[in-house]
T-cell receptor
Framework: GAGVSQSPSNKVTEKGKDVELRCDPISGHTALYWYRQSLGQGLEFLIY????????KSGLPSDRFSAERTGGSVSTLTIQRTQQEDSAVYLCASSAGAVGQGAYEQYFGPGTRLTVT | GESVGLHLPTLSVQEGDNSIINCAYSNSASDYFIWYKQESGKGPQFIIDIRSNMDKRQGQRVTVLLNKTVKHLSLQIAATQPGDSAVYFCAENAGGTSYGKLTFGQGTILTVHP
């Protein structure tokens, strides 16, 4: 596929469990972003990967949240010991990355809807 | 902290009318602005962007206006169609080392009545 894909599309988990959310960016895109969107709200920035640089983790809400990007492509967002307030749609986006080359035009995946019961 | 916000949370228009969605921003260092459209159950879709050295940019049926003096951004949709019904978000980027990091506003729900 040509777009950003995310899996699973829906995830229901019990409070206290760990979850992993996956993002496959557009091939060749060097920048990858994770956002969180609560019901009826805007997007909240979580973390940003650009090439081989250290990720910008400034948006992660707590140390229960972490993300990895392996081989400059696929990324996994991990939430440990999930809480009910973690329930949201988690969106991944990718962009060409380099300034002047469409760096800002972020292409979003369909999101993973996480429900913590 | 500095943020991007919207004046109107909802907007209802008749098919064929023009729509204007507004956005205020407070970070004077922001140098890049984007409008996204989000349909129900989908991720946001890029519509149009504008850099701070411009005050107007046009796309297909859409125009973005930027007024840096009052820190105001608007999206104009011409001849609005039912397929335009969605939530519209403005987003800003403050540049610097995190040039890809966007701050999103809360969104405006646009409903187009046939």
């Amino acid at each position: 596929g040509a777009g950003v894909s995310q899996s699973p599309s829906n995830k229901v988990t019990e409070k206290g469990k760990d979850v992993e959310l996956r993002c496959d960016p557009i091939s060749g895109h060097t920048a990858l972003y994770w956002y969180r969107q609560s019901l009826g709200q805007g997007l909240e920035f979580l973390i940003y990967f650009q090439g081989n640089s250290a990720p910008d983790k400034s948006g992660l809400p707590s140390d229960r949240f972490s993300a990895e990007r392996t081989g400059g492509s696929v990324s996994t967002l991990t939430i440990q010991r999930t809480q009910q307030e973690d329930s949201a749609v988690y969106l991944c986006a990718s962009s060409a990355g380099a300034v002047g080359q469409g760096a800002y035009e972020q292409y979003f995946g369909p999101g993973t809807r996480l429900t913590v019961t | 902290g500095e943020s991007v916000g919207l004046h109107l949370p909802t907007l209802s228009v008749q098919e064929g009318d023009n729509s204007i969605i507004n956005c205020a921003y407070s970070n004077s260092a922001s140098d890049y602005f984007i409008w996204y459209k989000q349909e129900s159950g989908k991720g946001p879709q890029f519509i149009i962007d504008i850099r701070s050295n411009m005050d107007k940019r046009q796309g297909q049926r859409v125009t973005v206006l930027l007024n840096k003096t009052v820190k105001h951004l608007s999206l104009q949709i011409a001849a609005t169609q039912p397929g335009d019904s969605a939530v519209y978000f403005c987003a800003e980027n403050a540049g610097g080392t995190s040039y890809g990091k966007l701050t999103f506003g809360q969104g405006t729900i646009l409903t187009v009545h046939p």
